[in-house]
């Protein structure tokens, strides 16, 4: 229930406590050329802006609004104080190991979210968009053939469906708008190919 509470409680804009976990300012920043600019904010939210250069390629992270460590972690430290005399082992024993299990899969969606945030962007200078006019212009009618295998790469390698039809879904989007075939039909495509990795992860 401490749970759930949590998220009502910063969820509900009403309650005030929304705007203060996802304020942007104040902030300092740090350029990196064309890279572009990282900020952090005093609420902790990360962002990169003006990515390669581009003013619309963005990217933020709300570390307290995101549901991670409000209210999982906080619960989480809570929980275990209220019932440490039934732990058996210590508190640091406890989070070493969390870390060690979690180090190699935070890698490999660290990598996967940065990439999905970068597919997920909309506008003709987006890489979802340049990806998917350069290739369905490469290939034409032959892109539907590679839609499916597309989506089946997406999830082996991240080992979700969801993940992979974020990431590729506007590329497939745009390649039919490109080529003129049906949206509906090749999104079915992705999503069949991504559930068809999915499987062979597993």
């Not at 990431?167 to 490109?178: C, D, N, R, V, Y």
Request: proline letters at 4%.
């Amino acid at each position: 229930w401490g749970t759930v509470l949590l998220l009502i409680l910063t969820r509900v804009e009403q309650i005030g406590l929304k705007g203060l976990l996802i304020k942007r300012s104040p902030y300092f920043e740090i350029a990196f050329g064309t890279y572009g600019k990282f900020r952090l904010s005093a609420s902790l939210v990360f962002q990169l802006i003006d990515i390669l250069t581009h003013p619309d390629l963005s990217w933020k992270y709300e570390l307290l609004y995101v549901p991670f460590i409000i209210p999982f972690v906080l619960v989480s430290i809570i929980t275990m104080i209220i019932y440490r005399s039934d732990l058996q082992a210590r508190p640091k024993e406890i989070f070493g190991t969390c870390l060690v299990r979690l180090k190699k899969p935070a890698i490999a969606l660290l990598g996967a979210l940065a990439l999905v945030q970068l597919m997920i962007k909309e506008g003709p200078a987006a890489p979802a968009d340049i990806i998917g006019t350069v290739l369905s212009q490469a290939l034409k009618e032959g892109w539907i053939a590679f839609a499916a295998i597309v989506g089946t790469l997406g999830s082996f390698f991240s080992g979700s469906t969801t993940i992979s039809n974020l990431t590729f879904g506007g590329i497939q989007e745009i390649a039919a708008k490109s080529i003129g075939t049906s949206v509906s039909s090749m999104l079915a495509l992705q999503a069949t190919g991504a559930s068809a990795g999915n499987g062979v992860c597993l």
